[in-house]
């Protein structure tokens, strides 16, 4: 299996060098390298100009968002099975993209490959294990901040990976249609993976597959840019993906989900930023609801095998996030 490395770069001058040394250095070489700059304008591409040597640069004047930048990525290797994906603030194990690339020849079946990351600052926690979705649109890091050595050690099945260190197959990377440009970014993956879970794909987290993640070192964690584009595009996730009838019996959930998000932010001073973010998002339904009409077109499982991969029950453990100091 031939396997591409595709990195989006925006001013992640601390990051981006350290991100293609480590690449240089797996036990499974790329077989290409795509890095995809947004422009940025804080001298990153210079920092690393030495490992660039060994990539493929593409050079945008303007930000053009993670979702449009991969896309961008995938379409300059279409000679590859697989994408890998890495953003430059995670820093990859020297057993990284093997470990996929060989979960991923022996799972012929599963479309998708999730990374164990590790929290850069402090290794011995989890950042995160692939994502996981409630059936309210909430999406999360499935054990993040929990002690690594307590995770299970084998591979597991989750909905789907996080974008920051993941492997697509190509074939259902295109069959899906890759990202959705209209997000920016957040959230894109979720819908990504949504829309593979309704083609039949699953998604495994590989054990073995390792990266330390900074996580959110060009956007800021929970800045207002982080908050807008989350909870607008949360929104479009669910209106799109979300089958009927499981769209209907969980609508009441989401409406709640999104109550509390418009009672919590103005709390740290960001209810302009989130009102804003459900105004744009309620602006882009008919968009959504157009996409919606293709993407159930194209459904391949029923609506009751989908809801064995969401989470259900209460509420309040997916919450927290709410009410958890920012580390």
Known sequence: MTAAVLIVNWNSAGHLASCLR????????????????????????????????????????????????????????????????????????????????????????????????????????????????????RAWRIGHRTAARDWPSGDTDVFGPCAAAALYRREAFEEAGGFDEGYFCYFEDVDLAFRLRLRGHACLCVHSAVVRHVGSASTGYRSDFAVYHGERNAVWTFVKNMPAPLFWLYLPQHILLNAVSLLYYPCRGQGRVVLRAKVDALRGLPRALRDRAAIQAGRRVEASALRKTLSRGALAPYLRRYTRRVP
């Open 22 to 137: 480590a690449l240089q250095a797996q036990r499974r070489k790329p077989d290409r390298i795509i890095v995809v700059d947004n422009g940025s304008t804080d001298g990153s591409l210079d920092l690393a100009s030495h490992w660039l040597q060994h990539a493929t640069l593409i050079r945008l004047n303007v930000n053009v968002g993670f979702a449009k930048a991969n896309n961008i990525a995938a379409a300059a290797v279409r000679d590859v099975d697989a994408l890998a994906l890495l953003n430059p603030d995670a820093e990859a194990d020297a057993g990284w993209l093997e470990a996929l690339i060989a979960a991923a020849e022996t799972r012929p079946d599963v479309g998708c490959f999730a990374s164990r990351m590790l929290m850069a600052s402090t290794p011995a926690l989890l950042d995160g294990a692939g994502d996981g979705y409630h059936v309210s649109g």
